[in-house]
């Protein structure tokens, strides 16, 4: 895939950009990596397609990609960075797509339709331009955790929805259903070297490459089972995880996250108290005099 050097999209918190870091990160490049595996092949549209990363990660696999949006600054950035023969960008509305019907054979919309009021017009839109046998593959946040039970209030968020009004609205269009959670969780993993397990996938990023069945993590620590004979060493899964429910590393590093950003406010507070002291004549001598 050739990029153009392109000045990174201005990260507004209305749409991802790569550069964020953290769990934003992981949550949204998951998803295009879970997707990228559903695409092989066929000709996909990218709903909302921000700054133009996802469309680029699924142009790997896809016979053709259109990433659609209507913001024409995000377009025209993406049409510069992301630059492949089977990739394309358009700046469209998700409510009025420009295409015939039965045209498309996967549609990808991923954390768009709580940005919008007009649920059912999109999901029917998006019926109209899927081909009979297409595939939606659709993502939005769980309104009683992502919300509710932490307090949290997105600007850009116009109407977000419970897991039964998501459903309810699927159900108008499309019978055939498999769900999946999505979360961030922290991890103490043990896994077996030496060996390429059977028992689980993965994609891994690697200079802007998704390699399927790497390791997942780097070896911080070696846990070792020794035995003088075969027969003694028990037979254990190829991965092992640990998680307590309470999240206890996530809220402490959640909590490090929220007294930086303090921290920062404050050093910004007490160095316009320190510039309006310089500015008064007797007080700004007095400080250069000592700082000499």
């Known amino acids: 895939m050739k990029k153009q050097k392109t000045k990174p999209l201005e990260f507004t918190g209305e749409r991802f950009t790569p550069e964020c870091v953290r769990e934003i990160w992981y949550e949204h490049y998951h998803r295009y990596a879970?997707?990228?595996?559903?695409?092989?092949?066929?000709?996909?549209?990218?709903?909302?397609?921000?700054?133009?990363?996802?469309?680029?990660?699924?142009?790997?696999?896809?016979?053709?990609?259109?990433?659609?949006?209507?913001?024409?600054?995000?377009?025209?950035?993406?049409?510069?960075?992301?630059?492949?023969?089977?990739l394309h960008y358009q700046q469209a509305s998700c409510l009025d797509i420009p295409m015939d019907n039965e045209s498309i054979d996967v549609i990808v919309s991923f954390e768009t339709l709580e940005h919008l009021a007009e649920h059912e017009q999109m999901l029917a839109e998006f019926n109209r331009v899927l081909k009979t046998d297409g595939i939606l593959l659709i993502s939005t946040p769980d309104k009683?955790?992502?919300?509710?039970?932490?307090?949290?209030?997105?600007?850009?968020?116009?109407?977000?929805?419970?897991?039964?009004?998501?459903k309810e609205l699927l159900d108008k269009h499309w019978q055939q259903q498999i769900w999946y959670a999505q979360a961030l969780s922290f991890n103490s993993l043990m896994q077996k070297l030496d060996k390429q397990s059977k028992t689980y996938s993965s994609d891994v990023l690697q200079d802007n490459q998704l390699l399927n069945e790497q390791q997942l993590i780097k070896s911080m620590y070696y846990i070792v089972i020794a035995s003088k004979q075969k027969a003694n060493l028990p037979t254990l899964p190829d991965l092992h995880l640990?998680?307590?429910?309470?999240q206890s590393v996530y809220q402490h590093y959640n909590q490090s996250i929220k007294n930086e950003i303090a921290y920062g406010k404050e050093l910004m507070m007490y160095r316009e108290k320190f510039k309006r002291l310089l500015s008064i004549p007797f007080i700004g001598k007095v400080i250069k005099f000592f700082d000499k």
């Open 34 to 86: 879970f997707a990228q595996n559903l695409v092989a092949g066929k000709n996909v549209l990218d709903i909302a397609s921000g700054e133009g990363y996802g469309s680029a990660i699924l142009a790997n696999k896809a016979r053709s990609v259109i990433g659609m949006d209507i913001d024409s600054a995000s377009i025209a950035h993406a049409q510069n960075k992301y630059q492949h023969q089977n």
């Open 144 to 166: 009683k955790h992502y919300s509710d039970a932490t307090g949290f209030c997105n600007e850009y968020h116009v109407k977000e929805l419970y897991k039964q009004e998501f």
């Open 242 to 246: 640990f998680a307590d429910t309470q």
